[in-house]
């Protein structure tokens, strides 16, 4: 699918234009309104922009004596001119207001833009109809009517305004029914839309099914009919979750103006009060047959222009249409769409005029989007491209679950293809298809940013290659429970917040025992990025008494330590139909995900029976699954160019610089081999300096800056380590060694009173009389509050400084500067000091040589296996994520592979996944006979990564041992629901306290305190979301915190 490139893109040829008198109506309808204008000046920027509010009256429906009234307001740039027009339309539940920072924008670069309020939101009156083409898109035909006679508007013909439209969700809807009605629409930009409804509300992912026969969506559908259907006292609704009202929940400007305004017309009155005093009146025009009355009027007084009491919504409370209010009754209740709702259904979906949308086109759909996923940007793309029209299709990183909405970003790319096709500008609307995807770090602030993934062409779900990835696995029996409970869990519409538990090691998602099948692939010997929807034959029997089989496909991405995680957490409902006698084979369609399953991760196809955000069948049933063919077929676009990062000047000076440093340390190594040789102890050539003020906030004095500490630096993420992995964790880290005569070669860290003095002084002390050992395989955590003494402890024992008193073995042998034994050991502190121009490859390369050790000690492949890098350590540095630099620097601290890794902050800076990775590397570097030695203040990571604590304070010991003996052993976490009232939570710890698997359970402060007894977190969030309990967030109870607290006297 190609994008026509900067050219002017008109599609007019109309038979016969509609007279000037309908628009003059509705200008006279607007001016009637009471319209109040305001100069509208934001931050610092030189122009001010006008702003005009007023209400329109519009009939109900074509021909009806009934009315609503709609809240409009018009931005126009100061200094006059005509200018191109932008409709921006605000996103479900929310109004006109949410547009205003956007317009203003627009305004102030030269456009005409109009915002209103849609039936049922705001202050605008009316039932929702779900952007039905005889109510909200017939509003818009008359905007753009009203358009259609201003003065300050390019014309491109009579009652032809040059016009586009924009909005996300319900607004992006909008656009594109907009010019499928209108052909006076000039190009259209819509984002994390629907194009099929049906598809949307009730999505059907086997190929062949009849279209009635989806799974409801009842999750999702239930909030957004709970949205429009409660309001605020204002009449306003909360706008959805993840939409804020507008792309990427755009931000409000200036409020509406008040001041008054008058009009006059052939007939009819209107009056009332709001921002304004008005009075005025409209009169029936020549599209009375499709637009009806139009007239104008501020404020309310319970009658319209014509006399007739506004439509009033759906009774029992349903702010929707009653039509649309009896099918979300009637699927709540069967959880099936009739062949009635499927037509309303389609009425509002621009798939039913589809083959009549043929202007420029801008598709941005939401990845993190469960209610309009990425397939419905696909259908809407293929078929107007498939009209000759100029389409662009981009992945964002947001949507309606949440994430980076690129608000920014987003509206940039909107301006651009307005200045495009409606300025007739020459500027580049490249690229034909963008995914976004998280790496790249900002190379002057070193912040961690998305990049842009592009292709010449789209490349649609099937992607540009595909890969076929075997799956083992047998036919399977998977049971549907009777009511469709408990149901597995694959996300939670609206609760984003539960996404923390990933910082557990958990998953969100949840699957049943006996509840789904499973076909696993072999471990990919190369990383893998699927670019589309995977697809795969399955084979379905049902013992039903419909013979219908309900099922949830899905694909974990699993991890080499059995950790799975679901892309997204996005899911493929489909029915089979007719399974009942002898079964059916179906092609399923999975979820459109654009992610990479790294090398050494295994890909897993999931079948489950039920799910949380969907309906099934409440009648038990068996379903007999086999994988028909036992493959997937992956989508691949190798054609995606991931942008660079814009290289900063002096970038260019350090290479350089780093040769003059490289030959500098290799110059010192020759010297300091020569001294050797000539029996002087000198600091070996694996050494690094490392000076400052001591992060504890001490400056210790004494300190011998001319020796040199541990061979590395900085480096990579991790993830939880199983129990019993480590062949000493049965060792506890203890207190004085008193009674060990001998050094033991074995021990690899042995600290036995260990003093320093601050500097000039000969009683304070930055450590004193420490004591204590480490075993192999134990991850040890060194904990303190500022000033204890953790990094005056560390800097000892890389050499860097001199103890007072004391000593400290690594294998047996004293550390001093330069001791020999230093070479078994790596250190991670802050600043790595990569080379951005450089690959990942080729920084570890430099850093070696500079160590002047053999090339062949390095061990290379082994630290970069650990590391677990991939095809990314042939990358330049400055294109690398936050996490990837960290990965890099533990490899680089891993060279060699010393037995003793000493880590400073080694999640400092990461997001959740990328802190659950840091544990995973420490965790299989450990599970390999070595030690590591982690100092940091998240004490929440220190739980979950140490298998054994020492706790400092004011440069003593205060405890050591297994982390399980100091904050004890029982699995507590924190939910935290403040929404919930003080009976509701006690009645709720009440009924957990009673489960298998909960060992106890009491309220707290906003929340609960639940100890967990062998039910998983998953187990206990679906019985919390049955309980009905308001959870905003799950996490572990800080129980080392108290402990830690405890031990140090509450000072932290």
């Given at each position: ?116 309020s849609a039936r049922g939101f705001g202050r605008s009156t009316g039932a929702i109809g779900l952007d039905a083409p005889d109510r909200e898109v017939a509003d818009v035909e008359r905007l753009v009517d009203w358009l259609g006679h201003r003065s300050d508007v390019v014309q491109d013909g009579p009652d032809d305004p040059r016009v586009g439209v924009t909005g996300a969700s319900y607004g992006g809807a909008i656009s594109l029914l907009a010019a499928g009605y209108d052909k006076r ?868």
């Open positions: 699918m190609h994008l026509a490139r900067i050219r002017p893109w008109r599609t007019r040829g109309r038979a016969a234009r509609r007279r000037i008198v309908a628009g003059a109506v509705a200008v006279a309808a607007l001016l009637g309104a009471g319209a109040a204008s305001v100069a509208v000046a934001v931050g610092d920027a030189p122009a001010a922009v006008h702003r005009t509010n007023a209400f329109m009256t519009m009939p109900e429906t074509p021909g009806s004596k009934q009315t609503v009234r709609i809240d409009t307001s018009f931005f126009t740039p100061a200094g006059g001119g005509r200018h191109p027009a932008i409709l921006l339309a605000h996103g479900f539940g929310g109004s006109k207001d949410d547009m205003t920072g956007q317009a203003t924008t627009l305004a102030r670069d030269g456009y005409a833009v109009l915002t209103w629409i000039d190009a259209i930009a819509p984002q994390i839309t629907w194009w099929n409804l049906p598809q949307a509300l009730f999505p059907q992912n086997a190929q062949g099914e009849p279209a009635d026969s989806g799974v409801f969506k009842k999750l999702w559908a239930g909030i957004f009919f709970t949205t429009g259907s409660t309001g605020t006292p204002s009449g306003s609704s909360p706008a959805l979750p993840g939409t804020g009202g507008a792309p990427g929940g755009g931000t409000g400007g200036a409020g509406p103006a008040s001041g008054t305004g008058s009009g006059s017309g052939s007939s009819g009155t209107a009056s009332g009060t709001g921002s304004g005093t008005a009075s005025g009146a409209g009169s029936n025009g020549p599209r009375a047959a499709s637009t009806g009355r139009a007239a104008g009027q501020t404020g309310g007084s319970g009658k319209t222009a014509g006399g007739q009491a506004a439509a009033a919504p759906a009774p029992g409370g349903c702010r929707f249409t009653a039509a649309l209010c009896a099918v979300y009754r009637q699927a709540a209740v069967t959880g099936r769409a009739d062949p009635a709702a499927i037509a309303l259904l389609e009425r509002s979906s621009p798939s039913s005029v589809g083959s009549r949308i043929k202007v420029p086109t801008l598709i941005v759909q939401g990845q993190n989007d469960s209610l309009f996923p990425l397939d419905q940007a696909d259908a809407m793309a293929r078929t107007i491209a498939s009209n000759g029209a100029p389409v662009s299709v981009d992945w964002s990183s947001g949507g309606h679950d949440g994430g980076d909405q690129e608000t920014a970003r987003v509206d940039g790319r909107v301006q651009t293809w307005f200045d495009t096709y409606l300025k007739h500008e020459q500027v580049n609307t490249d690229p034909a298809f963008r995914v976004t995807r998280s790496g790249g770090v900002d190379t002057t602030t070193g912040e961690a940013v998305q990049r842009g993934a592009t292709a010449d062409r789209y490349p649609g779900l099937n992607g540009t290659s595909q890969v076929t990835v075997r799956l083992s696995g047998g036919p399977q029996t998977v049971r549907n429970p009777a009511g469709g409970s408990p149901p597995s869990v694959s996300g939670v519409p609206g609760l984003g917040a539960l996404s923390q538990l990933s910082s557990l090691g958990q998953s969100l998602s949840l699957d049943f025992p006996g509840q789904f099948a499973v076909f696993d692939s072999a471990p990919l010997t190369k990383p893998l990025t699927v670019t589309g929807a995977p697809r795969v034959r399955v084979r379905v029997s049902s013992d039903a008494a419909d013979g219908d089989a309900v099922l949830f496909a899905k694909v974990y991405d699993v991890g080499p330590d059995g950790s799975q995680t679901l892309p997204h957490q996005l899911v493929a409902p489909l029915r089979v139909t007719g399974a009942g006698s002898g079964g059916r084979t179906v092609t399923v369609t999975l979820p459109v995900v654009d992610h990479e399953f790294a090398a050494g991760h295994r890909m897993r196809l999931v079948l489950s029976a039920t799910d949380l955000g969907y309906s099934s069948p409440s009648a038990p049933a068996d379903y007999r699954v086999a994988a028909a063919g036992s493959a997937l077929t992956v989508p691949t676009v190798p054609t995606l160019r991931t942008a660079g990062a814009t290289t900063a000047a002096w970038v260019w000076v350090l290479p350089l610089v780093a040769l003059a440093v490289a030959a500098a340390l290799l110059l010192t190594g020759r010297r300091r081999r020569t001294a050797d040789a000539g029996g002087t102890t000198a600091p070996g050539p694996d050494a690094a300096g490392s000076g400052g003020t001591d992060s504890d906030g001490t400056d210790p004095g004494g300190a011998d800056l001319t020796g040199a500490g541990p061979q590395g630096r900085r480096g990579r993420s991790p993830r939880e380590r199983p129990a019993g992995d480590s062949p000493a964790a049965d060792n506890p880290a203890s207190g004085s060694p008193a009674g060990r005569n001998a050094p033991d070669e074995t021990v690899p860290l042995e600290i036995s009173g260990l003093s320093k003095r601050y500097r000039g002084s000969q009683d304070r002390y930055a450590v004193r009389e420490l004591s204590f050992r480490v075993e192999r395989g134990q991850v040890l955590g060194l904990l303190g509050p500022n000033g204890a003494g953790k990094t005056t402890t560390m800097r000892m024992l890389m050499g860097l400084i001199t103890p007072d008193a004391g000593g400290i073995t690594v294998f047996g042998q004293p550390i001093s500067a330069g001791a020999p034994v230093l070479s078994r050991v790596g250190a991670f502190v802050e600043g790595a000091g990569f080379l951005p121009h450089l690959t990942g490859r080729a920084n570890l390369d430099l850093y070696w040589r500079a160590t002047g050790r053999p090339a062949a000690d390095a061990q290379v492949e082994q630290a970069l296996e650990i590391a677990d890098l991939g095809e990314a350590l042939d990358r330049a540095v400055r294109t690398y994520s936050q996490g990837m630099r960290q990965r890099l620097a533990i490899a680089q601290a891993m060279l060699g592979l010393p037995d003793l890794l000493i880590l400073d902050e080694p999640t400092n800076g990461l997001d959740p996944p990328q802190i659950r990775e840091m544990r995973s590397v420490i965790g299989r570097y450990a599970a390999g006979g070595r030690t590591v030695i982690v100092s940091s203040h998240l004490l929440s990571e220190v739980e979950q990564s140490c298998t054994h604590l020492v706790v400092m304070d004011k440069g003593r010991l205060v405890a050591a041992g297994p982390v399980d003996e100091i904050i004890g052993g029982s699995d507590a976490l924190f939910v935290g629901a403040p929404g919930a009232t003080a009976p509701q939570l006690e009645r709720v710890a009440a009924e957990l306290a009673e489960l298998p698997g909960v060992s106890g359970a009491e309220p707290a402060e906003d929340g609960l305190v639940v100890r967990l007894d062998g039910l998983g977190v998953p187990g206990l969030l679906a019985e919390l979301l049955r309980l009905d309990v308001p959870v905003e967030r799950v996490g572990r109870h800080q129980r080392l915190e108290d402990a830690f607290l405890t031990l140090i006297g509450g000072q932290a």
